[in-house]
C-alpha cells in the first residue's frame, strides 16, 4: 500500500508552525487547502493532553466559523490523533501567510477565554466532559507568543 503523503514529512525535523498539508481539488473545482497547525514537535515535546486539545477543537471551531471575513471558507477545524496539533481545511487555494493574522486572533481569543466552553454540554457533544479548559488556554498562549509572533519561514515550510 502507499504511504500517504502526511506520512512522508520528517517529523524528527518538523517544528511548531502553520504548514501547508495539501492542496486539493473537489469534483465541483473548488480548492480546498488543508493546513497543518502544529503546536508542538512530534517527539521531542510533550503532546497535548486529549482534553486540552477537545477544549480548542470547541473553542476554535467556534471562533472561526464566527469570524466576519473567513467564516465562509472554513470547511473543517479537527485534532490531530497524535495530539501534537491540528488540521484547518479552508476553501481556496491559501499559503501560511494568509491565515497568520486569523491564527494570531483565534489563539488570543482561546488563551484569554472565560466561561462555559461552546457546546461543551450533554445535548451538544458527544463527551462534553473531556475538556480542560486551563489547559487549553496555556497550550494556546504558549503557541501564541511562542510560535506565532515569532513565526518565519522554517515554521511555514515542511523540513526538506
Known amino acids: 500500500m502507499k ?12 517544528l511548531r508552525g502553520i504548514y501547508v498539508s495539501r492542496i486539493d481539488t473537489t469534483p465541483s473545482g473548488d480548492r480546498i487547502t488543508t493546513f497543518d497547525i502544529r503546536m508542538t514537535e512530534p517527539n521531542r515535546e510533550a503532546a497535548l493532553s486529549p482534553q486540552a486539545l477537545h477544549t480548542i477543537e470547541h473553542l476554535a ?13 472554513i470547511v473543517y477545524w479537527g485534532p490531530m490523533g497524535c495530539c501534537t496539533g491540528s488540521y484547518l481545511l479552508m476553501q481556496g ?10 491564527m494570531r486572533r483565534m489563539f488570543e481569543f482561546i488563551s484569554n477565554f472565560e466561561g462555559e466552553i461552546p457546546g461543551a454540554s450533554a445535548r451538544d457533544c458527544g463527551n462534553y466532559t473531556f475538556n480542560d479548559l486551563p489547559s487549553a488556554r496555556d497550550a494556546a498562549r504558549k503557541y501564541l507568543t511562542e510560535v506565532l509572533d515569532n513565526i518565519s519561514e522554517e515554521n511555514m515550510n515542511y523540513p526538506a
Open 3 to 14: 504511504k500517504i503523503a502526511s506520512f512522508t514529512i520528517d517529523h524528527e525535523r518538523l
Open 93 to 102: 487555494e491559501l499559503t501560511p501567510d494568509d491565515i497568520l493574522p486569523l
Open 61 to 73: 471551531a467556534t471562533y472561526l466559523r464566527n469570524d466576519q471575513k473567513w467564516a465562509d471558507k
